[in-house]
């Protein structure tokens, strides 16, 4: 999912700024959607390390009581796990880099599928898959862990540039119907907003059957059994987990874990740090990896 043709990590101001000014004198034949080739968003989901990201807000998601109960009771996750996957990356793509419109539709698509979604907890509790509370909550989740993965794993952004971040995303909640003043728009609301919702988080027995899961889902004995992919799954949702704040972690309270999930907080950023370099290596020798279609697409669309 990476672009190692963007601004360089390691200086990225002054490059962010020429390439934006250039970007405006092209975008003028196009659509460059919400964010634009000048947006910090469009640099941190190019980030090679957005599986991992993905993953964890995955494993933090499901911490909310209700909001796991919902994806439980409505939702053929356990199923189909790399079809509910690739739906979300795909959003994700289609909101990032795609045009307004496309955006838009996708924004109006999931808002009707989630006015269809009602239920009752087991306490009686009645929810509804469109609260704020809950949007919210999976929002947070959402931003909260691409910008911590892709930071730790190496991606330098300054203070500032988290900040913007942080506030360029509140237009992609807007368009699953939240007012901007329902989300945080820097870091320090990023902070507040779990440090208040803490005490409703829990695990629960459907965040548990979602954990493990999102740990090690199912595959086809062949694939399971003849090539490297579920120790490699295990590695990445592993690492995923290690990066989760302490407190989440403690939430689930599980055993001693082998690999990558045991790992301390220094030692998964460093292995954070050691995978993105890796995948940047990869992304050299195989140009086309540099970037997924829908950024692929924006540059076409924008001239570039």
């Known amino acids: ?119 009752t907890m087991p306490d009686g509790v009645e929810y509804a898959a469109d609260d704020p509370q809950l949007l919210a909550w999976v929002h947070c989740c959402l931003v909260a862990s691409f910008l911590e993965i892709v930071t730790r794993g190496g991606l330098a952004l300054t203070g500032a540039e988290q900040d913007r971040y942080v506030a360029e995303q509140v237009s992609a909640a807007m368009l699953v119907g939240l007012e901007p003043d329902e989300v945080p728009h820097d870091r320090a609301g990023i902070v507040d907003y779990f440090s208040v919702i803490r005490p409703v988080l829990d695990v629960t027995p459907a965040a548990r059957r979602a954990a493990s899961v ?7 004995a062949s694939v399971a059994l003849m090539t490297p992919a579920l120790p490699a799954w295990a590695g990445i949702a592993g690492l995923a987990f290690a990066a989760l704040p302490p407190w989440a972690r403690r939430l689930y309270a599980l055993p001693e874990l082998p690999g990558a999930a045991g790992l301390t907080d220094a030692a998964t950023t460093v292995a954070l740090k050691t995978m993105r370099t890796a995948l940047k290596g990869v992304q050299a020798v195989v140009p086309p990896l540099r970037e997924g279609p829908h950024q692929r697409a924006a540059r076409l669309r924008l001239g570039g």
């Open 1 to 119: 999912m990476g672009d190692t043709t963007g601004p360089a990590d390691t200086d990225p101001t002054l490059p962010h700024v020429a390439a934006g000014a250039a970007v405006r004198r092209r975008v003028r034949g196009g659509d460059p959607g919400l964010f634009g080739p000048d947006s910090v968003t469009w640099r941190v989901h190019s980030d090679p390390l957005m599986g991992v990201a993905g993953l964890r807000a995955l494993l933090l998601q499901a911490l909310h009581p209700v909001a796991i109960h919902a994806v439980d009771e409505h939702s053929g996750y356990r199923e189909d796990p790399w079809g509910r996957l690739a739906r979300t990356a795909e959003y994700v793509g289609v909101t990032t880099y795609g045009s307004s419109t496309e955006a838009m539709l996708a924004g109006s698509r999931v808002r009707a599928v989630h006015a269809r979604v009602r239920g």
């Open 214 to 220: 999102v740990v090690a889902p199912p595959m086809p």
